[in-house]
């Protein structure tokens, strides 16, 4: 069995190259998200012909302050990837004072990728009621919810929406993240680590911190193969993704040729 990491800020770690080359090494297969999509041009020619890293084409709310979302950039390199995140909308404090424009950036990426067969990864702090209905507007057919912190009542209402949950090893540190654990149904699970923003043992983690955070997640949930369980999970969505690329390919042949 091999693990997987979908959701790492990999530029973020202070050696980029070495932390790549451990999980290309230990067939780590992972989603190296991005914060703009500067960066992401930035790294695609370097990172882009892993066959375990895949790179997402992202713009995170939370640099709304700095960095205004350059949709000609993201726009160019949107059909370079099957992978759109970090993006989403940050209701809290902080930045909430900016949320309508922040709406607007996550409703103009979602009509993007509507009917299209790629997978975003999603952030949605304090945010959560909003992100769910602009997903649904658009008919988005495969998201992943990245360190859901919100209620169960919405947590719910993703699961009805057929979306999916990333779970890193900081939700199993208070109570509110185990309740959060305790109400994903095994086949919604992804892992992730969102390194290097969460830390195990007191230090930042690293993919060598991979096994006894797995061991952590089959004690809390009392099983003994929780690396299974999220590594089906993820097959499950690739090929599901896949089929439905190969699918809408064939109903745009089928549309041109008449």
């Known amino acids: 069995m091999k693990y997987i ?43 882009n012909d892993y066959k375990y890293v895949k790179l997402a084409l992202g713009y995170h709310p939370e640099m ?13 390199y949107f059909n370079s990837t099957n992978y759109i995140g970090e993006v989403g909308i940050d209701g809290s404090k ?6 309508d424009i922040q709406i607007k950036n996550f409703d103009y990426i ?8 790629k997978i975003m990864t999603i952030h949605s702090k304090k945010a959560e009621d909003i992100v769910l209905q602009i997903l649904k507007k658009y008919k988005i057919k495969y998201a992943v919810f990245h360190w859901y912190s919100g209620n169960i009542k919405t947590l719910r209402y993703i699961l009805d929406s057929g979306y999916y949950f990333s779970v890193n090893p900081c939700m199993l540190e208070s109570q509110k993240g185990k309740e959060i654990l305790n109400n994903i149904p095994f086949d919604r699970i992804l892992f992730e680590s969102d390194g290097p923003f969460t830390k195990y043992n007191k230090k930042i983690t690293e993919p060598k911190n991979f096994k006894d955070i797995f061991q952590d997640f089959n004690e809390f949930y009392k099983i003994d193969n929780f690396e299974e369980i999220v590594f089906n999970n993820f097959k ?23």
């Open 94 to 99: 902080k930045f909430s004072h900016n949320i």
């Open 110 to 117: 979602c009509s993007k990728v509507s009917h299209e067969a």
């Open 236 to 258: 499950k969505i690739i090929l599901e993704r896949q089929f439905f690329e190969q699918k809408n390919k064939i109903l745009k042949e089928i549309t041109n040729s008449r």
């Open 5 to 47: 990491d979908f959701h790492v800020h990999m530029d973020f770690y202070k050696k980029t190259e070495e932390i790549i080359k451990t999980y290309e090494e230990n067939e780590i297969y992972s989603l190296f998200v991005t914060n703009l999509p500067e960066i992401y041009k930035v790294h695609l020619k370097k990172y």
């Open 64 to 76: 709304i302050d700095y960095y205004p979302f350059n949709k000609d950039i993201f726009n160019r």
